[in-house]
């Protein structure tokens, strides 16, 4: 058995609400970085309270992590269990339709009730106190529900400050404005928001699914949610993944960067930025020359096959060593 | 019956020299007891029940959930007793994780059981919390003779490496008062016996070789004071007195016996000689102290390790010759874990016992397990993968009539177990608002379902 040796690469926290067949796909892309060691993913939390859409993202996180094992156990979905539970589209019930030769079922669903999920905020501390610190960021794809809430958890911005060093978002604002305000006001680290620009100048390829991601598995899960979710051939705006593509590879240059400055949402969800040097708020913005880049990246990443991962059993930090051995005076 | 006097809650037989003994809630008592507590509510008594080294899940579980149906194989010995207990599944110790400490999760789980502190790595600089029981006997610590009672079995060394650079005072206290401080368990029968019906103080050699010599119990001591009070007692209290004098009066011969064979077997072992050498024996005596400390409110609150993390205790009394934390580590072999799962079973067998007199134990109109929060648990659930959560967890008796029993309930995972221990401080009319890494109450165990939200 291999192990790791220094620390692992970045724990991400993904949190969406599904609600768009981009932020399906980039729980792939995610697991796309992982398999090339560009981070970890942590956990994975959902904004809305929906079982058959927990249970589809639950189902993804086994198909990429592998059966649970020894010292690789798959976390629990973090699940919102107020608000609405919003539209189930189609895409995340077509992949437990698939049935292997003997009848039974290629993906199960895990996920039937309430309890076989976890309460968000309890995940994000649970996962952040297992991190490194400054060794983790967010990624926000969808509406800033769960991330508001979480502000207000005991110990939460302290934890956030200590153990992330930055915010993705790629912020539904409109679906949840209270919530996107608190964020942009109070969120402790840096936060980089996903323009519109860069939001409608990245688009997924549609054709992808029948030649990547069927070369790379032909009983991928993404085949049929992408199929079901809307009628073929259609391509997709990707926000979510070009932040989660961020996140995980800040150095890369796929995107522009502003200056940092600060966003401030009005009550009818319009936002606006205002640079600033104190500001703690920057946008991403597309660059027109690493847009096919960009676009062939987030294909390969989403195509990938899953890699599980290697048992990291990491060296104990400086400060929680045990004592050394008091040495025998003679 | 009540004779018209009435008798302080908190009565003493008293001998000269060695003897105090509280006594069980008497009839004669009723009137004292509305004045001095909640109207017509005897208190409420809440006990720690810890087994080491996990759980075989798959005989721990059952496959339902709600209302008790056929018990699972390890919990088999309760079933007489399944309409008093719920089964709670799906609570989490975070705080025994890892957390960047690397290996230790035996020193960390148990020492974290009641704190819900991530204990420090560190053979010589302990530090933990104080744990939710502590803060309990704090606060109602006084009503009783004894704030709390610590109980163990088998390790008591509170300096070593217990597991990866864990203090053996993590793997072998349950209970801490403070950071620093944890309250070592008493493991010897005798040493229990005598601080729970003696003055307070241990016995000396000179005192115990006396009573020794003339075969005296513990009641001769206070026979003047029984006959006192027998005559101001009505029938039903007297046979209720009688009852429980002859239950001290057994566990003082268990006691007597253990220490007579524990002579014969081996003049020169280096446990006390009260320690009988058999599990169930000293299991049982035990806790038939921990159901007369209960009964005459002694205390309310009693932690009792019943081995510690990390053990490798055989039980070769029912056939398993091979320690115990070495069986756990089964990498999924079925002999491995049919021995295991043996050995769970072999322990709730004896805590069947115990609660089977807590049963049988009655307080006014009810039974002293009625009036009692009784949590049998573990620190790990499956021991092979060191997980902490969905840790094996029981309560037994309705805690006051509160809990729904019957039944098992499934909280959300992750649920941290401190959630739970919020929920029983309140019913010892100590709540507080935070314990631990708690996110609130375990609220739902009194209605039909627990609340997910």
Known sequence: MQFG????????????????????LAQAVLHGLQGRNDCRVAIVTMSRPNLAVAGFADMIERYYRGPAAVFAQVPPMGMRTVGQPGETSAAFTAPFEAHKLDGTPVYVNNVKRVRDTADPDTMFRNYLEAQYDGNGFFILAGPATNLAAALDFRGMKELIVAKTTYLVAACNIKADVKA???????????????????????????????????????????????????????????????????????????????????????????????????????????DAEKKDKVVQTLVELASAKPVIQQRFRPPVAEDKKADAPVEKKP | MITGKTLPRRTFLRGVGTAAIGLPFLDAMAPALRASTAPGKPPIRMAFFYVPNGEIMDAWNPSYEGKFQELPRTLKALEPYKDDMIQISNLTHNTGRALLDGAGDHGRCSGSYLTGIQVKKSLVEIKNGISFDQIVANRIGKETRFPSIELGMDDARQAGDCDSGYSCAYTNNLAWRGETQPLPPILDPRALFERLFGNGQPMTPEERARQSKYRRSILDFVTDDTHKLESNLGPTDRRKLDEYLSSIREVERQIERAE????????????????????????????????????????????????????????????????????????????????????????????????????????????LLDNSMIVYGAGLSD???????????????????????????????????????????????CPVEHFGDSTGRLNGLDADSLDLA
């Open chain 1, 5 to 24: 040796r220094g620390k692992p690469s970045a724990g991400a926290f993904y949190d969406s609400d599904f609600s768009t067949i981009d932020s399906v």
């Open chain 1, 180 to 286: 996107a305000q608190k964020v942009f006001a109070e969120w402790p680290v840096p936060v980089y928001l996903v323009s519109d620009e860069l939001a409608g100048a990245v688009v997924f390829p549609g054709a992808s699914i029948d030649k990547e991601f069927t070369a790379a598995n032909p009983d991928s899960p993404f085949i049929a949610a992408y199929k079901a979710y809307k009628k073929m051939p259609y391509d997709t705006p990707a926000p979510a993944m070009a932040a989660t593509l961020y996140a995980a590879r800040p150095k890369e240059g796929y995107f522009k960067v502003s200056d940092a400055g600060t966003v401030a949402i009005r009550d009818d969800g319009q936002m606006s930025f205002s640079a600033s040097t104190s500001g703690k708020h920057r946008l991403l913005m597309p």
């Open chain 2, 260 to 367: 007579k064979d524990n002579k014969q077997i081996d003049p020169h072992m280096d446990k006390p000689y009260g320690v009988p050498s058999d599990f169930a024996e000293h299991f049982r005596m035990m806790s038939n102290m921990i159901a007369i400390a209960f009964q005459a409110d002694q205390t309310r609150i009693v932690t009792f390790l019943v081995t510690h993390e990390g053990t490798s205790r055989a039980y070769r009394e029912i056939g398993i010759p091979d320690g115990h934390h070495p069986l756990t580590h089964h990498r999924n072999q079925p002999d491995l874990m049919e021995k295991t799962r043996k050995i769970n079973e072999y322990h709730v067998q004896q805590f069947a016992g115990f609660i089977e007199k807590m049963k049988t134990t009655k307080e006014g109109d009810r039974s």
């Open chain 2, 383 to 429: 021991p092979n993968a060191h997980l902490h959560e969905d840790l094996p967890t029981i309560i037994v008796g309705k805690g006051g009539n509160y809990f729904k029993t019957g039944r098992r309930v499934l909280a959300r995972r992750e649920t941290p177990m401190c959630n739970l221990f919020l929920t029983m401080m309140d019913r010892m009319g």
